[in-house]
């Protein structure tokens, strides 16, 4: 984690209609930092990944990318400055094998961020990458194989992949684990962590074993107000959090 704001939201509001939902949010995340965003269901989390990633207008308040305004941008500016939502599985070729997804996303940033490097950046240099990312993602035996036919949890990885490959510096993660066994939830949090080491992860997640397993810190959402944003150790400890929970396992 360095000292840097990659990510910040300043007194952000969200009306639907008379509805506030999120109500005066203000979130300071670091540069290379694990930050998960917790609360319990309708408290707005959802809400909030739409207002970053441009999918939603805030009805007030500013979102800042690394000190440059992004807030009302539509998703695909928002995108090209270096921010990528992880939806999913839904942004992967489905035809293409393991291989072919990510030598895609790595050309694509290479076309689009790094112009300079176009004709330089060899085909062998992206075939390197790849099969590298390929070891960290764990799927160095399934290069060949057409992302329909991987399992969920491996497509989940291949797409975690790819969103890293695409040259993303910020990444919003929406329960990456939903819907896997223990097992492979353990695996997804492991290549997570090996993955993202030179990105800025914010992250939506239920599973708190996954949320303690994976965080620098944690904001924690309540009906539209972060209540608190703080390690996981002082979010353990924190009577509002635990009262917010209650009934439910922070321990
Ligand atoms: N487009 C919309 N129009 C009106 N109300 C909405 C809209 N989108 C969300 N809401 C309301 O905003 C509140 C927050 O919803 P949101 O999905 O952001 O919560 P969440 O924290 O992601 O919940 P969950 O954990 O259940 O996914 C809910 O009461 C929801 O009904």
């Given amino acids: 984690m360095t000292g840097r704001t990659a990510l910040k939201l ?4 969200k009306n639907f209609g008379r509805a506030e ?3 005066g949010v203000d979130l300071d995340i670091r540069e290379n930092e694990r930050h998960v965003v917790i ?3 309708g408290a707005g989390k959802s809400t909030l990944f739409n207002l970053i990633s441009g999918r939603l207008r805030v009805t007030s308040g500013a979102i800042e990318l690394f000190g440059e305004t992004v807030s009302n941008l539509p998703p695909h500016r928002v995108n090209r400055k270096g921010l ?3 939806f999913q599985v839904t942004n992967l070729f489905q035809n293409m094998t393991v291989m ?3 030598r895609c996303s790595l050309l694509w940033a290479a076309g689009h961020k790094y112009a300079f490097w176009k004709n330089v950046l060899s085909q062998r240099a992206v075939t390197e990458r790849a099969e ?11 290069a060949d194989v057409p992302a329909s036919l991987l399992t969920y949890a491996e497509q989940r990885a291949l797409e975690i992949g790819a969103t890293v490959a695409s040259g993303a510096k910020v990444i919003l993660l929406d329960e990456p684990t939903a819907g896997m066994s223990r097992h492979e939830a353990d695996a997804v949090v492991n290549l997570i962590r090996k993955i993202t080491t030179d990105c800025t992860l914010v992250l939506v997640e239920h599973d708190l074993g996954v949320v303690f397993e994976l965080a620098d810190r944690i904001s924690v959402l309540v009906y539209g107000e972060v209540i608190a944003t703080d390690t996981p150790e002082a979010i353990r ?6 009262e917010a929970y209650l009934g439910t396992e922070v321990h």
């Fill in 132 to 142: 590298e990312l390929m070891v960290q993602l764990n799927l160095q035996h399934r």
């Fill in 100 to 102: 072919q997804n990510l």
């Fill in 84 to 86: 990528s939502r992880s």
């Fill in 39 to 41: 609360g319990p269901n």
């Fill in 237 to 242: 400890a924190n009577a509002a959090v635990q």
């Fill in 10 to 13: 300043k007194d952000v509001q």
């Fill in 21 to 23: 939902i999120i109500r």
